[in-house]
């Protein structure tokens, strides 16, 4: 599932339908290329090959190194997991990729509020990553459409809008709760803590997309 560049992702699934999800941080060399090669490891655990269902997974940075590989420490988190970290390069977040973009995860608020403030109707598809577990954990899995018959990218529309809806109604237990925090240039133990909040937030994400449990 390695892709050249860190992205080479078809525009379409076989289908002719796309779903993109879009992780955002500063740099793209942390955080959001661990959660990015996490989000695509967990989708092919539980589809195979997510571009069959339509998923399309790529990152960015609101301050981007762009070019830029991830960090040495960021690869061997992603190691940990069993997840790719090969061909990744980094690159700055640009109109292009929220316009494209069905769900936006961003690491903390403030980047949250900078791709908000981009315009582009990204109001209702962006949240934190930590945001958007604990409003998906609250969604009942039978109000989403089945994904095998209405298709993965439906269900993912469905629960985007689900998950909106509920913003203004569940709110964050403490102002730092929906953060993750930025490991550059900490040690590689603090890379795993991260790389733990990281992996422990997407799964239910993942699951909800999907329809699909993680294989034990």
């Not at 315009?119 to 962006?126: I, Q």
């Not at 469905?158 to 109604?169: E, I, K, N, P």
């Amino acid at each position: 599932m390695t892709a050249p560049e860190g992205r080479g992702i078809a525009e379409t699934s076989s289908t002719g339908q796309a779903f993109r999800i879009l992780h955002v941080s500063t740099g793209n060399v942390c955080r959001s290329p661990i959660t990015e090669r996490l989000t695509r490891h967990a989708l092919s655990d539980r589809l195979g090959d997510p571009l069959t269902g339509g998923l399309i997974v790529e990152s960015a940075g609101t301050w981007g190194h762009e070019g830029a590989p991830m960090e040495a420490n960021a690869e061997i988190v992603l190691a940990d997991f069993g997840a790719d970290a090969s061909g990744f390069v980094g690159r700055e977040l640009l109109d292009e990729h929220v316009i494209r973009a069905d769900l936006v995860l961003t690491a903390t608020r403030d980047h949250r509020a900078q791709v908000i403030s981009m315009g582009h109707s990204a109001g209702l598809r962006t949240f934190t990553l930590k945001e958007f577990t604990r409003l998906v954990r609250a969604i009942d899995p039978a109000t989403l459409p089945d994904p095998g018959e209405d298709g993965v990218v439906e269900r993912a529309r469905a629960l985007v809008r689900a998950a909106a809806a509920l913003r203004g109604w569940l709110l964050a237990p403490s102002p730092d709760a929906d953060e993750v925090f930025d490991p550059y240039g900490a040690p590689i133990t603090f890379f795993r803590s991260i790389g733990d909040e990281i992996h422990q937030a997407l799964d239910p994400v993942v699951t909800a997309l999907t329809g699909v449990r993680a294989r034990s």
